[in-house]
């Protein structure tokens, strides 16, 4: 994937950003291969497309597999063990230091670091323990489960098949399935359109008219990096955000060039969830319970908030959240990490 610099340079050579949007047309037809968990695996599209083949094609497609499978299905596997939790798209590196206000390492720390969570022993301990209702891949990794029991605690288990693998800060989840942004009242449940780490705060966004679930076209970053993408694109004096004031704050001898956020008095916007209950889980949903049993996170977890921008007004309209992993986390194979916390926070 391109990011907009490699666009930026396509565009500066006559014709190169037409060709390389016209070999995209192609990509679904030719490509073969596909990468799962830490393995190089032909695409089972490609065994579907020769089913009512003649025997004979048949029994070559199988010593092609055969072969693929021998040589090359572990080819990259030293180069993914370590990082097969990458996120499509990681977020944009915030330029400025470390201790800037609404940092969330603060002068000193390390919130790069990969940490572990503690769990049961197995898979098998863990439904002993506790009725599952929910067993779904992750948004941004397939190898490995997101389960969420009854009473509405979560865990993250990797296929143990797999070697151990160091998810990243941002990776996806799961989605709270259906709802709206709207003023949070005390008989909804929701999750609250909160900025903990002010223009740090993790965030993605899109232009207003975009495909918002097209991961291309969206820009994850802070909300620093993110916003000022929009204003340097479409230039604006001011910048606005749901249920948020949002002031410019220009470079001076004490401070460096940012955004600050005050939420609106008497608003308290969120995205409140659908009062109808879950039937199936998928990854697009399954957090729900989360919210719905009023269970609260591990602080290695939160929401980012995906946004779209209205360049006319110069806004940022939030639009749902996503649950995410806010630092990065290392897994082992088959033993599940609690990723929401035993009581409420105090």
């Given at each position: 994937m391109l990011d907009e610099d490699d666009k930026t340079y396509l565009r500066s050579i006559p014709g190169a950003m037409e060709a390389w949007e016209g070999t995209r047309t192609w990509e679904s037809k030719l490509r073969v291969c596909g990468i799962s968990g830490t393995q190089v695996k032909i695409l089972p599209t490609i065994a579907a497309e020769y089913a009512h083949a003649p025997p004979s094609v048949k029994e070559l497609l199988q010593q092609i597999e055969k072969k693929h499978n021998e040589e090359?299905?572990?080819?990259?596997?030293?180069?993914?063990?370590?990082?097969?939790?990458?996120?499509?798209?990681?977020?944009?590196d915030d330029p400025r230091p470390s201790d800037t206000k609404g940092d969330d390492t603060g002068p000193g720390g390390d919130a790069t670091a990969a940490i572990e969570l503690t769990g049961?022993?197995?898979?098998?301990?863990?439904?002993?323990?506790?009725k599952i209702v929910g067993d779904v891949k992750l948004f941004d990794n397939r190898t490995?489960?997101?389960?969420?029991?009854?009473?509405?605690?979560?865990?993250?288990?990797l296929n143990p098949k797999e070697n151990a693998v160091v998810l990243k800060k941002s990776t996806k989840v799961a989605g709270l399935g259906g709802g709206k942004v709207q003023q949070l009242q005390a008989d909804m449940k929701g999750v609250p359109l909160e900025f903990p780490l002010q223009d740090k705060t993790l965030i993605e966004a899109?232009?207003?008219?975009?495909?918002?679930?097209?991961n291309e076209k969206v820009r994850k970053g802070s909300f620093y990096v993110v916003a000022k993408e929009f204003l340097?694109?479409?230039?604006?004096?001011?910048?606005?955000?749901?249920?948020h004031d949002v002031k410019i704050r220009q470079p001076s001898q004490t401070d460096t060039h940012g955004f600050d956020l005050c939420r609106k008095t008497s608003e308290n916007w969120?995205?409140?969830?659908?009062?109808?209950?879950v039937t199936s889980y998928s990854?697009?949903?399954?957090?729900?319970?989360?919210?719905?049993?009023?269970?609260?996170?591990?602080?290695?977890?939160?929401?980012?908030?995906?946004?779209?921008?209205?360049?006319?007004?110069?806004?940022?309209?939030a639009k749902k959240a996503f649950l995410v992993l806010l630092q990065d986390l290392k897994l082992t194979p088959g033993r599940p990490c609690k990723v929401t916390r035993d009581s409420p926070a105090t």
């Open positions: 090359y299905a572990d080819i990259l596997k030293s180069k993914l063990a370590e990082v097969s939790g990458n996120a499509p798209q990681p977020p944009q049961p022993e197995s898979d098998s301990v863990l439904r002993q323990q506790q490995i489960s997101f389960l969420v029991s009854e009473e509405g605690h979560a865990w993250l288990q899109c232009l207003t008219g975009q495909n918002e679930d097209s340097k694109q479409f230039p604006s004096e001011t910048l606005n955000a749901t249920g969120a995205f409140v969830l659908k009062d109808k209950a990854s697009g949903n399954a957090a729900k319970q989360i919210i719905d049993r009023g269970v609260q996170l591990r602080p290695a977890l939160g929401w980012l908030w995906r946004f779209q921008y209205e360049k006319v007004h110069s806004k940022l309209t």
